[in-house]
C-alpha cells in the first residue's frame, strides 16, 4: 500500500490547486486502486467533498490544537511538512509514503513512480543544485554559510555517521517518495533542518535536511517524468490558473472531472513549458511547447479561457522577440 498524502490549509486557491492535484493521479493512474490510500491534511475538508464521490480520500483536520499534539509545542513552521509525513507514517509503518506539494500535479502514468518506492530506493522532484553551485535563489553569505556548517564535521544518521561536502547535491522537496523504512529517520531531519535554518535561514531548510538524509540511505530517483512541480517564481501565473481550473472542476460528474483533468494536464505542462522557454529567450522552443498546447485546448467552457491565456503568452513574448516591449516575467495569468 502507498499512502499519497497532501497537506493543504489556508485560502480557497491552495484548496483548488490541491484538488486538481489528486484528480490529476486518477486521470493518468492505470494501476491498481486498492493499492493507493489518499491522505489529505487539511484546515476545510468540506471544501474537497466534491470533488472525490467514488474514491478513498481520509481527511485529517488541522486544527490549531492539532497542530500544537504534532509539533509538540514548536511553532517552527518548516516543521510542518515533517510533522505531516511523521504522522502518515506513524499511522500506516508498514506502507510506502508518496507526499506532494499541492503546486504540482501529474502528466504521466505514475503506476512506475508508485511500484519504483522500496526500500534503498527514494524518489524527489528533481535535482535542484549542487553545494558547490550554491543554492540559486540565496545570497553569497547564506552559501558561504552553509558550506562553513556543512563541512569538516560529521552528522548523525540513524546509527551512522556522515561526512558531506562540495559534491553533494540538494534534491526538491516537492515530492518525497520514501519506503516506509524512512520513518527511523524523521528525527534526523527535523534536527538537520533546524540547524540548517539557524546557520543560513534558508527557507529550503527542510528540502536540504530530506536531501541530506534520503542521498544518504537510499538511492534518490527523480520523479518529473510523472510530476510537474511549478514552484519556480518565473511559473508563479500557472499557479492562478491551477487553483481557477481547480475550482470549477468541482461541480462536475467524476468520471468526466478525470477525463478534462488528463487533457488539462497536458495543456498545463506545454503551457509551463512555453512559458519557462521564453523567459529564457529560448523563442523556437517557447513556440513549438505552445503549439503544443493549443491541440490540447479544450472544446468546452473551458476552451476560451485556456486559448486566451495561451494567446497572451504568444503574443507578448512575439513582442519582446521583436524587441517591441523589453518588460519581463509579466502576471499573464
Known amino acids: 500500500?502507498?499512502?499519497?498524502?497532501?497537506?493543504?490549509?489556508?485560502?480557497?486557491?491552495?484548496?483548488?490547486?490541491?484538488?486538481?492535484?489528486?484528480?490529476?493521479?486518477?486521470?493518468w493512474y492505470s494501476g491498481k486502486k486498492e493499492d493507493i490510500r489518499f491522505l489529505l491534511y487539511t484546515d476545510n475538508t468540506s471544501h474537497f467533498?466534491?470533488?472525490?464521490?467514488?474514491?478513498?480520500?481520509?481527511?485529517?483536520?488541522?486544527?490549531?490544537?492539532?497542530?500544537?499534539?504534532?509539533?509538540?509545542?514548536?511553532?517552527?513552521?518548516?516543521?510542518?511538512?515533517?510533522?505531516?509525513?511523521?504522522?502518515?507514517?506513524?499511522?500506516?509503518?508498514?506502507?510506502?509514503?508518496?507526499?506532494?506539494d499541492s503546486d504540482t500535479f501529474f502528466i504521466a502514468d505514475p503506476s512506475p513512480l508508485v511500484q519504483g518506492i522500496m526500500p534503498g530506493t527514494s524518489f524527489m522532484h528533481l535535482m535542484d543544485f549542487t553545494f558547490q553551485e550554491g543554492y540559486p535563489y540565496a545570497t553569497p553569505k547564506q552559501n558561504a554559510d552553509?558550506?562553513?556548517?556543512?563541512?569538516?564535521?560529521?552528522?548523525?544518521?540513524?546509527?551512522?555517521?556522515?561526512?558531506?561536502?562540495?559534491?553533494?547535491?540538494?534534491?526538491?522537496?516537492?515530492?518525497?517518495?520514501?519506503?516506509?523504512?524512512?520513518?527511523?529517520?524523521i528525527p534526523d531531519v527535523y534536527r538537520l533542518t533546524e540547524e540548517i535554518f539557524k546557520a543560513t535561514s534558508f527557507h529550503v531548510s527542510e528540502q536540504l535536511a530530506f536531501a541530506l538524509v534520503l542521498q544518504t540511505v537510499t538511492k534518490v530517483h527523480p520523479s518529473d517524468t510523472y510530476i510537474l512541480h511549478y514552484w519556480p517564481s518565473k511559473a508563479l501565473p500557472l499557479s492562478g490558473l491551477a487553483s481557477k481550473i481547480?475550482?470549477?472542476?468541482?461541480?462536475?460528474?467524476?468520471?468526466?472531472?478525470?477525463?478534462?483533468?488528463?487533457?488539462?494536464?497536458?495543456?498545463?505542462?506545454?503551457?509551463f513549458k512555453s512559458t519557462i522557454s521564453f523567459n529564457s529567450n529560448n523563442f523556437s522552443?517557447?513556440?513549438?511547447?505552445?503549439?503544443?498546447?493549443?491541440?490540447?485546448?479544450?472544446?468546452?467552457?473551458?476552451?476560451?479561457?485556456?486559448?486566451?491565456?495561451?494567446?497572451?503568452?504568444?503574443?507578448?513574448n512575439s513582442l519582446k522577440y521583436l524587441k517591441v516591449i523589453k518588460v519581463h516575467h509579466p502576471t499573464l495569468f
Request: net charge positive.
Open 1 to 27: 500500500m502507498t499512502n499519497i498524502t497532501l497537506l493543504s490549509y489556508g485560502d480557497e486557491k491552495e484548496h483548488s490547486r490541491t484538488a486538481l492535484c489528486i484528480l490529476s493521479f486518477w486521470s
Open 49 to 100: 467533498e466534491p470533488y472525490f464521490e467514488g474514491i478513498e480520500v481520509r481527511y485529517h483536520l488541522i486544527t490549531p490544537e492539532r497542530w500544537e499534539d504534532m509539533l509538540q509545542g514548536n511553532q517552527f513552521k518548516f516543521f510542518r511538512k515533517i510533522a505531516v509525513i511523521e504522522d502518515s507514517f506513524t499511522a500506516y509503518p508498514n506502507d510506502n509514503l508518496l507526499f506532494l
Open 146 to 185: 552553509f558550506m562553513k556548517w556543512l563541512e569538516g564535521k560529521s552528522f548523525q544518521i540513524g546509527d551512522d555517521s556522515y561526512c558531506f561536502d562540495k559534491r553533494n547535491v540538494s534534491w526538491n522537496a516537492g515530492v518525497l517518495g520514501m519506503s516506509s523504512e524512512i520513518a527511523r529517520y
Open 246 to 271: 481547480g475550482l470549477q472542476l468541482s461541480v462536475l460528474q467524476f468520471n468526466t472531472k478525470l477525463e478534462i483533468t488528463r487533457k488539462l494536464t497536458n495543456y498545463l505542462q506545454y503551457l
Open 285 to 316: 522552443n517557447g513556440y513549438k511547447f505552445a503549439f503544443k498546447a493549443f491541440k490540447f485546448t479544450l472544446i468546452n467552457k473551458y476552451s476560451l479561457i485556456n486559448r486566451v491565456h495561451l494567446l497572451k503568452v504568444v503574443i507578448y
